[in-house]
């Protein structure tokens, strides 16, 4: 198998920077996520991995050896696209077999190779049928054989999930990742969906505006964003984030969030005592680390009034709106409330992240 090593890599398209000086490492035989939004770059660098898009400025290595001027049919990589790109008038076996023939394989091993393929997938009963007569999910197999096959040292994922249903996308990212375990290739994989890579990476690359925010495995970045970036994209519902300042009473370190003010225990004071100049902060506290109460309890942090209620089956989200902002709350799925009702929200204070207000840094 293969690492795979960016160094100070930069794409420029004209004036526009899609990848802004990465540096990456993805060791062998890992699964490995860049999770970004639509436009942050991730797509571009998985095509100057493989060699569809030449680099600007860095180096790209298989091992240690710079694949920056290797053309990318000898790159020894496999690509399985959103769109599955299957040749329509040719059969699935065809479609699989496709590589093998283009490299002049004989024929009694391109036979075995499609087989095998085929039955790892659960598709050899297809093997007749044209791609139209396909669906979405045996279409995207198909292309995940065609990828197989070809036994790569690297294989390459452009958001393969994105086009089939919802129900059938929970059993494929467990597919894909017994299939990656199975065959032990190292493996890029990309998405916008964070819960794609959150289940599915070894480790995960959180990207905004070309650029690498956080690496780290996906609980990891879970539990320790490193920015107001990563805390608010990673998650699902997102992160509530509350702006405040800084204020000391007697020798208490308190953070004024307008609404309310709240005490930070003494490992929160110390960190910010010792790391931070700026007296502008972000709380940030996520949906299920938020208690909710209809009567006033005999500690509560803030009031609010409900802005809607969404009941999920296993929980229920409730959007309260303090002033002009509205907050998401995770809490039981027996809570029910009226639009507009009051109540009482209470915050769980060891489970809080702060960040700088100018930097968006986590404090740590």
């Known amino acids: ?60 290595y298989f091992d240690d050896r710079p694949v920056n001027d290797v053309p990318p049919e000898k790159r020894d990589v496999a690509m399985v696209f959103q769109s599955f790109a299957l ?23 391109i036979q075995r190779r499609v087989r095998e393929a085929a039955e790892m997938l659960r598709i050899a009963h297809l093997l007749k049928k044209k791609p139209h007569e396909l669906s979405g999910g045996e279409k995207q197999r198909v292309a995940l054989a065609r990828a197989i096959v070809r036994e790569p040292k690297v294989f390459l994922f452009d958001e393969p999930l994105s086009n089939i249903d919802a129900k059938l996308r929970v059993y494929m990212r467990a597919e894909l990742i017994r299939l990656q375990k199975d ?31 956080q690496v780290g495995e996906p609980l990891e970045v879970f539990r320790k964003p490193a920015n107001l970036f990563v805390a608010g994209f990673i998650g699902t519902p997102p992160m509530n984030f509350f702006e405040g300042s800084l204020v000391i009473e007697g020798d208490k370190v308190k953070l004024d969030c307008g609404n ?46 409900v802005f809607a209620v969404e009941p999920v089956g296993t929980e229920t989200i409730v959007n309260v709106k303090v002033g002009d902002n509205v907050y998401k709350i995770i809490t039981s799925p027996d809570f029910t409330a ?27």
């Open 1 to 60: 198998m293969v690492f795979v090593r960016l160094e100070n890599v930069t794409k420029k398209f004209g004036d526009t920077i899609a990848v802004n000086n990465v540096n990456l490492y993805v060791r062998d035989r890992e699964f490995f996520v860049l999770l970004g939004p639509t436009g942050c770059g991730k797509s571009t660098i998985l095509n100057m991995i493989a060699g569809l898009e030449p680099v600007t400025a860095g180096k790209i």
């Open 338 to 364: 009226r639009i507009a009702e009051k109540v009482y929200v209470d915050i769980d204070v060891d489970k809080i992240h702060l960040f700088e207000k100018k930097s968006g840094l986590a404090l740590s």
């Open 183 to 213: 065959l032990q290739t190292t493996t890029i994989f990309v998405t916008h969906d964070q819960l794609e890579a959150m289940t599915m990476g070894d480790r995960i690359a959180v990207m905004d505006a070309g650029r690498i925010m």
């Open 260 to 305: 309310f003010k709240l005490e930070l225990d003494e490992k929160y004071s110390d960190i910010i005592r010792k790391t931070s100049h700026d007296s502008e902060l972000v709380l940030g506290i996520r949906p299920h680390d938020l208690e909710i109460y209809k009567e006033k309890p005999v500690k509560s942090h803030f009031e609010a009034e």
């Open 87 to 109: 040749y329509p008038m040719m059969n699935v076996f065809d479609n699989i077999a496709f590589p093998l023939r283009v490299r002049k394989y004989p024929k009694s091993e």
